[in-house]
Every structure is written in C-alpha cells, then in structure tokens.
C-alpha cells in the first residue's frame, strides 16, 4: 500500500517549508508548481528539475519583484523577460535549459 501523497499536494508543502515568508497559499507559487509540473510531463530532458530548482525559481520570481499574492501571468512583459533567467533556474543542463525556453515562449 502507497500511502505516498500526490506530488500536487507535497510540492506547496515543501515551497512552505523552504520560502516561509511567502503567503500560503500563494498564487504565484501555484503557478510555479503548474509550469514546474507542466515541463517535467511534457519535455524530455536529460535531468528534470528537482523540487531544489522549483523553490530556486519561485525564489527568483519574488526577487525579480513578482508578486507572491497573484497568479503566474506567462502572457505578461515580466514574465517576457524573466523567461531565460527562468529557464536557466529551472534547467540543469544547456540543452535542456533551451527546451525549457522554448515552451516557455509558446505559453
């Protein structure tokens, strides 16, 4: 018997854990936990991102002045220029960073 939470249920567990000031439940950071879950389902990558590149991504996306309180707006000029720098927190490897890049801009 699996008694194993869903990853969709575990992963805002540990965002909170790592990023306590966030507001809980953030937006943002469901948002971050979709696009995080979103890549790894559709992308073939030689090294998924680990849930060390989630909390580093969220963390980025804070820094970068994104507002923890609202959504993930991938249509918004923020996000427009933060696609590199977020393709490079979540990408282990170049290859993979270009892939990431590449959905990031047809969302």
């Keep these: 018997m699996n008694d194993a939470l869903p990853i969709d249920e575990v992963l805002p567990q540990i965002v909170a854990a790592q990023l306590p000031d966030l507001p809980s439940p953030s937006p943002l950071a469901k948002g971050v936990i979709d696009l995080f879950l979103d890549i790894r389902a559709k992308l ?3 090294k ?3 849930t060390a590149e989630l ?3 969220l963390a980025l ?3 970068l002045g994104f507002d923890p309180a609202k959504g993930l707006d991938m249509r918004s000029p923020a996000f427009d220029a933060a696609r590199m720098q977020i393709a490079a ?3 282990k ?3 993979d960073k270009a892939k990431i890049a590449e ?3 047809k969302t």
Excluded: H, N
Aim: proline share 5%; aromatic share 0%.
């Design 55 to 57: 909390v580093g991504t």
């Design 103 to 105: 959905l990031l801009k």
């Design 44 to 46: 073939s990558l030689d």
């Design 61 to 63: 996306l804070v820094e």
């Design 48 to 50: 998924a991102p680990s």
């Design 89 to 91: 927190a979540l990408g």
């Design 93 to 95: 490897i170049t290859g």
